[in-house]
């Protein structure tokens, strides 16, 4: 039930651009992003609901497309900070929050 | 400050003995999450719960148990039914959107590394 990431890792220096994808088998009301610092709590990045929407926070968008069951995360001139393990989460219709494997990004000067 | 509060932040267990982390929230959140997190890898949903005293199994929840007995506490027993528990384990919650539609985040506490003696 978990959705499949990819890739699992991504090396970029400053500037570089980056695009995170989360794919799940079954049939989706929304997907969660997610970033996580090594040793610390994941931190809510971006919320997208069925419509094919994007949405955007400072240099980071992401899509949804329901019909595929697939969303991307785009991450546009990258900046050291960005740097962690980027999780996507897919949600149903009950609460059941399931998680990705993660993909850890890594950001070089 | 409205967040969560796990505790203890570090917990050791013995062989054959039960543990249990402690998840404490002020911002109101019906629904709350347990998952377990290993070593390079995502976050497996152990239990959850969307309502006080009510709570469903996640995915992996052999050998864990819980119990939500007020809305603002849902502590984590490690049983040692529980073999291998060693991993970091967070806690989150979320508004409860079932009924209003919305889909909301949810916010993590800073989570409990549990070895084994």
């Known amino acids: 039930q978990q959705p499949v990431q990819s890739p699992q890792a991504v090396i970029l220096r400053e500037g570089e651009d980056a695009v995170i994808n989360c794919s799940s088998s079954k049939a989706l009301y929304s997907v969660h992003w997610y970033r996580q610092k090594h040793g610390e709590a994941p931190v809510f990045l971006m919320i997208l609901l069925k419509g094919g929407e994007q949405k955007g926070h400072e240099k980071i968008s992401a899509s949804f497309n329901e019909k595929k069951q697939q969303s991307s995360l785009y991450l546009t001139a990258s900046q050291l900070s960005y740097s962690g393990t980027y999780f996507c989460?897919?949600?149903?219709?009950?609460?059941?929050?399931?998680f990705g494997a993660g993909t850890r990004l890594t950001v070089k000067p | 400050d409205g967040g969560i509060t796990q505790s203890p932040k570090y917990l050791f267990r013995k062989e054959g003995q039960n543990v249990t982390l402690s998840c404490e929230q002020n911002?109101?959140?019906?629904?709350m999450y347990w998952y377990r997190q290993d070593p390079g890898q995502g976050l497996r949903l152990i239990y959850y719960?969307?309502?006080?005293?009510?709570?469903q199994k996640g995915d992996i929840a052999e050998g864990y148990s819980v119990s939500r007995e007020k809305k603002e506490s849902f502590p984590l027993t490690v049983t040692s039914a529980q073999k291998n528990p060693t991993a970091f384990y967070l806690c989150?919650?979320?508004?409860?959107?079932?009924?209003?539609?919305?889909?909301?985040?949810?916010?993590f506490g800073d989570g409990t590394r549990l070895s084994i003696l």
């Open positions: 989150a919650s979320s508004i409860n959107h079932l009924g209003t539609g919305g889909h909301q985040p949810q916010h």
């Open positions: 911002l109101n959140h019906d629904a």
């Open positions: 719960s969307q309502i006080v005293n009510d709570f």
């Open positions: 989460g897919t949600e149903r219709n009950n609460n059941d929050m399931r």
